[in-house]
């Protein structure tokens, strides 16, 4: 019996050395301690043997039984802390990790260099006025003095929305209706930010594009101002040292009319493929505006002088950020548009 119960301690180390999980550990301890256990049921042969025998076996059964139940709480204890610690290494958190970061919006390239655009000006004084991007032929021709021949009144040139009605070829328009509004007041200093549609589309034309639209009305208003004050513009926004030039042109709606080109921001001058070897950028149209304009819209030619300009905004922001095709701001490419969040 004593040999019996040896083995029975044996097999139990054993087997409380080998298992792996709590729930099986219980079930051994049941197998061998239990009410129906191995042990329970080896003593209840007790009966059976010499009296002088059994202190000693019972004696040793005490033993084994406080052994074994010793053992089984010690191995739960260990399997109890191994589990603890898989289940924390499944929870593990790496603090070092980079973090994930959501995708945030941010305004549109063309939208920044407007709103830098009307900073500068607004910085000078001016304030800010908008006007219908779906205008009449009123509004954006024959009150700018534009010929009924003028090409850019063709159906093939314009979005009509149906006769007379179109969406504005140039923020012009915005001219005559801030004169409209507050002749015959002075001075006037607007400027017109906003869109304009022609039916144009390649590298260099898109259909829809943006124009900053000016207008300074005072008295004594030369060419001098108009010059000084896009000098200025020009560079707050491409720098202390940007020269412009002023190149006679042709608009109805001024006279004299001038383009304005700005040194080339990519060569500084010297020439390369983006000013086509000429060292200058065109980014807008000026002029003194014309007599009849002013008179057309309540001010008097003789007692004011007014400068215009449309730039385009386009223009400035491919030199800005150094862009070579127009199509880029509207093909909703987010490795471009990110780059400027
Ligand atoms: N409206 C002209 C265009 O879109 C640009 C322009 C030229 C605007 C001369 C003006 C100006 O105000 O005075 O081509």
């Not at 260990?78 to 790496?94: F, G, I, T, W």
């Not at 001219?175 to 015959?184: D, G, K, N, S, V």
């Not at 829809?208 to 101002?225: K, N, T, Y």
Request: net charge negative.
């Amino acid at each position: 019996m004593q040999k019996k119960l040896r083995e029975i301690h044996n097999q139990a180390v054993a087997e409380i050395v080998a298992v792996q999980t709590e729930e099986d550990l219980k079930k051994i301890q049941i197998r061998f301690l239990g009410k129906k256990g191995e042990m329970t049921s080896l003593l209840r042969g007790m009966g059976q043997l010499p009296p002088e025998e059994r202190p000693l076996v019972g004696g040793l059964a005490n033993q084994i039984r406080d052994e074994l139940t010793n053992l089984f709480a010690a191995r739960e204890e260990e399997l109890r802390s191994k589990a603890r610690q898989r289940a924390m290494a499944k929870e593990h958190v790496d603090v070092t990790l980079p973090g994930k970061q959501p995708m945030i919006g941010h305004l549109h390239p063309l939208t920044l260099i407007m709103e830098e655009i009307s900073n500068i000006f607004l910085g000078m004084g001016f304030t800010i006025k908008e006007g219908p991007e779906i205008e009449t032929e009123y509004y954006n021709f024959e009150a700018l003095n534009i010929p009924r021949e003028h090409p850019a009144r063709e159906m093939q040139d314009s979005f009509y929305i149906r006769p007379e009605i179109l969406l504005r070829t140039h923020t012009s328009p915005v001219q005559i209706r801030t004169m409209e509004e507050l002749a015959p007041q002075v001075p006037v200093r607007i400027i017109a930010p906003g869109k304009v549609y022609r039916r144009d589309d390649d590298a260099t034309h898109s259909p829809m594009f943006h124009q900053v639209e000016g207008l300074v009305i005072d008295r004594d208003i030369s060419l001098s101002d108009l010059k000084g004050t896009l000098l200025l513009f020009a560079r707050q926004m491409f720098g202390p040292n940007q020269q412009v030039r002023l190149r006679p042109s042709f608009f109805p709606f001024t006279e004299p009319s001038a383009e304005v080109d700005i040194a080339c921001v990519i060569c500084g001058g010297q020439g390369c493929r983006v000013c086509k070897d000429s060292g200058w950028i065109e980014i807008l149209g000026s002029g003194m505006v014309h007599p009849r304009v002013l008179e057309l819209s309540g001010y008097d030619p003789e007692e004011y002088t007014a400068y215009a300009f449309g730039m385009g905004v386009e223009r400035v922001a491919m030199l800005k950020y150094g862009i070579d095709d127009l199509r880029m701001f509207f093909s909703n490419d987010i490795r471009m548009l990110r780059q400027f969040g």
